[in-house]
């Protein structure tokens, strides 16, 4: 089993005595502290050899007779020593060399001194004057910090010395010799042991500091990891969105400081939630790293930050200097994703691969204070994106009406618009072409500001959807209809307009039929227009929304048919009651091409056995080729203009087919 540094410290700190067990703490006690140790020992030596020669006064003053050559010796051995220590020094010689050396001179000072002063014809003086062995032998053990073997080798030399100089002395005196033999012994043995000692306490403290660094770099790395994985999405490895909106208030606090501009971009793949009922949820994951990945690739020559800003959405942020660049960047981020080739055999919008669409927006001068202002433009340029067709690229324009000031009153006003009755129904009636019987009206909302102007539904309806303002604004219309007009029977169907995004929201259905129950209205008599606009991915959740509509007797009616890309695959996938042919269809008619194209798509329709509406019938000519056609209902201004509801409310006169008719054109 192989062993982490930590547990090797562990190990030696619980082993008595303590001992470097692997090569690595080994190597590491060894090199720890190496410059600390080398001027330590510097430091030592130069005090030695400075009282060693300082004691060149005891020599004058007890071995007088040969204090020449001893001070001589004693000068020689402390310029050597000095020399050498420095030398290495200078060389850089490890610590252990040096101490070696410094080991060496001690001894060289014993030795050196020994000799000369063993010759003094005094032999009494110089038998206690011997005795000063002991300090060297004290000096290498306890005085310099050297490791126990070196320590242990040195004194044991000195040691050594000692006995053999004790030895030379003539056997007079076997007391004194067996007296100072066992002294200088001891004392060995004794400076051994607390070198020893010395020793282990020091490699004990190397232990504790490592253990305690050992801890505190695993609790950082601890932290990191942390750190990285709360910021890191799990299945992309990109920046989540905490991350994400973290290094946006960065690059927007360098802007507010610096004026360094940047531009936030915001990513969508296209039908995603398609390709995920399709493929499985597995296969959208891969698809979402796949993306992710191009994506990081795409934005590198940018050097700018990408993060997953959740579902399918990512961001990419980075410091760009003019609009152009901006472009530059969106549309590699475009085309990186559409190069991928990735297969996506569910869209039914004429393209079978995997696509983004991408919204950007610039810092400008004007965006104000407000540093989510920015992704929301992005956000407004990515709804663009979608709207035009998806797979492309849009910067967000201040000048464009529904990116404007305008747009942002407009969606304040939705949402008090409804209880400071500023929103209101009008209804267009629909005739039957062969009996000339209105049989049903269409409810179309209109929106007044505050000042009592006008909006036109072009402008707030998009803005509805966008905010989700639709939703309560739908169920108000429905619950509207229901107790404007049919309740007391004043018409029999009425027609109301409903947005994808109404289907999509969850409870919708349960929601009508709450309406319905509250007002006592019949399924049967509430029409749901569907548009193939803007979001086109025939989701499974409106799927099953409209049968549950369905399940309510509530009729569902296609608007707007062959303005939008999937209407065929919605005639494939709905059974609609009655489908609505645009009324640009019916504009066209002027021209022979024009005819014939409506005849072709009343074929159609008429084939799958669908009701025929036709939308837009202005001119007695066109109400003419209508009935020419066999088309089975009319709406437009030549039947009559949207009107209040008042309009519908006069009991029937005696002639059904000019009162109904004539009233709304006069409203
Ligand atoms: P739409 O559903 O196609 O509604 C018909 C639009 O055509 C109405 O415009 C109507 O005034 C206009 N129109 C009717 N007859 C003629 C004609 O003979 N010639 C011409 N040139 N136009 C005619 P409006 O009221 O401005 O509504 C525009 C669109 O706003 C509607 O188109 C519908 O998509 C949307 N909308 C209106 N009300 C609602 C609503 O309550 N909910 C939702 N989701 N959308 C609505
Ligand atoms: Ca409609
Ligand atoms: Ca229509």
């Given at each position: ?426 209804y267009q009636p629909i005739r039957n072409v062969v009996s000339g019987r209105v049989e049903a009206v269409e ?42 007009l049919l309740?007391?029977d004043h018409v029999p169907v009425v027609s ?28 049967g008599r509430?029409a ?27 009729k ?22 009655t ?32 009701n025929i509406l036709v939308?837009?019938v ?5 109400l003419?080729?209508m009935q020419?056609?066999r088309i089975d209902q009319v709406q437009g201004?030549h039947v009559g203009?949207?009107a209040?509801?008042?309009n519908f409310m006069a009991p029937p006169p005696a002639d059904p087919r000019q009162a109904r008719l004539v009233r709304p054109l006069?409203?």
């Amino acid at each position: 089993m192989k062993h982490t540094l930590a547990d090797v410290v562990e190990i030696d700190l619980h082993t008595e005595p303590p001992r470097p067990a692997s090569a690595e703490l080994r190597t590491l006690y060894r090199e720890e502290g190496e410059s600390a140790r080398k001027q330590a020992t510097r430091r030592g030596l130069w005090i030695a050899v400075a009282a060693y020669l300082l004691f060149s006064i005891t020599d004058i003053l007890l071995v007088p007779d040969v204090a020449r050559y001893t001070i001589a010796a004693r000068f020689a051995v402390g310029i050597v020593a000095i020399a050498a220590l420095e030398i290495q020094l200078r060389l850089n010689t490890s610590a252990n060399a040096i101490d070696a050396t410094s080991a060496a001179a001690v001894i060289l000072a014993y030795a050196g001194w020994l000799c000369p002063a063993m010759m003094t014809a005094d032999v009494q003086t110089i038998s206690y004057y011997m005795v000063f062995g002991a300090i060297f032998m004290m000096s290498v053990n306890l005085f310099f910090s050297f490791r126990f073997r070196l320590s242990l080798v040195a004194s044991g030399v000195i040691l050594l010395i000692f006995l053999a100089a004790l030895q030379s002395f003539p056997p007079i005196y076997p007391s004194y010799k067996l007296a100072f033999g066992t002294f200088c012994v001891s004392c060995f043995v004794f400076t051994s042991y607390v070198n020893w000692k010395l020793n282990w306490e020091r490699y004990k403290v190397f232990l504790n500091a490592l253990e305690a660094k050992v801890q505190h770099n695993e609790a950082s790395e601890r932290g990191k990891a942390l750190l990285r994985l709360s910021n890191t999405d799990p299945l992309t490895g990109l920046e989540n969105r905490r991350a994400i909106d973290q290094r946006l208030r960065d690059y927007w606090d360098d802007w507010q400081k610096t004026g360094h501009s940047f531009a936030a971009i915001l990513i969508d793949v296209d039908f995603f939630k398609r390709y995920n009922d399709c493929y499985g949820h597995q296969e959208g994951d891969r698809c979402l790293v796949l993306v992710a990945n191009a994506l990081e690739a795409s934005i590198e020559p940018y050097s700018g930050s990408i993060g997953r800003y959740g579902g399918e959405e990512f961001i990419v942020l980075a410091h760009l200097d003019t609009s152009e660049r901006l472009a530059e960047l969106a549309e590699a981020i475009r085309s990186t994703v559409e190069n991928l080739a990735q297969a996506h055999g569910q869209r039914r919008d004429g393209t079978s691969i995997v696509t983004v669409s991408v919204g950007a927006s610039f810092t400008r001068n004007q965006t104000g204070t407000k540093l989510e202002k920015i992704i929301h433009e992005a956000d407004r340029a990515l709804y663009a994106a979608k709207a035009s067709g998806r797979n492309c690229t849009r910067l967000f324009d201040p000048n464009d009406p529904q990116s404007s000031d305008e747009s942002e009153n407009i969606a304040a006003l939705l949402k008090i618009a409804i209880d400071h009755h500023l929103v209101s129904l009008v209804y267009q009636p629909i005739r039957n072409v062969v009996s000339g019987r209105v049989e049903a009206v269409e409810a179309l909302m209109r929106l007044r500001m505050l000042d009592g102007t006008a909006v036109t539904p072009s402008l707030f309806i998009p803005v509805a959807e966008r905010t989700g303002a639709i939703l309560e604004l739908g169920r108000w219309a429905i619950r509207t209809v229901c107790r404007e007009l049919l309740m007391d029977d004043h018409v029999p169907v009425v027609s109301v307009n409903v947005s994808p995004i109404q289907l999509k929201a969850p409870g919708f259905a349960a929601s009508v039929a709450a309406i319905l129950g509250e007002t006592g209205v019949a399924g049967g008599r509430l029409a749901l227009e569907i548009t193939e606009g803007l979001e086109m991915e025939m989701h499974s959740d409106i799927l099953r929304c409209i049968s549950d509509l369905k399940t309510l007797g509530i009729k569902i009616w296609l608007d707007d048919f062959g303005t939008g890309f999937a209407g065929l695959s919605w005639l494939r996938l709905i059974d609609f009651d009655t489908v609505k042919i645009d009324r640009s269809f019916l504009h066209d008619c002027g021209t022979p091409r024009g005819r014939a194209m409506l005849q072709d798509i009343i074929g159609l329709v008429r084939n799958r056995g669908h009701n025929i509406l036709v939308e837009g019938v202005e001119t007695d000519e066109q109400l003419a080729l209508m009935q020419d056609f066999r088309i089975d209902q009319v709406q437009g201004f030549h039947v009559g203009r949207p009107a209040p509801a008042e309009n519908f409310m006069a009991p029937p006169p005696a002639d059904p087919r000019q009162a109904r008719l004539v009233r709304p054109l006069r409203g």
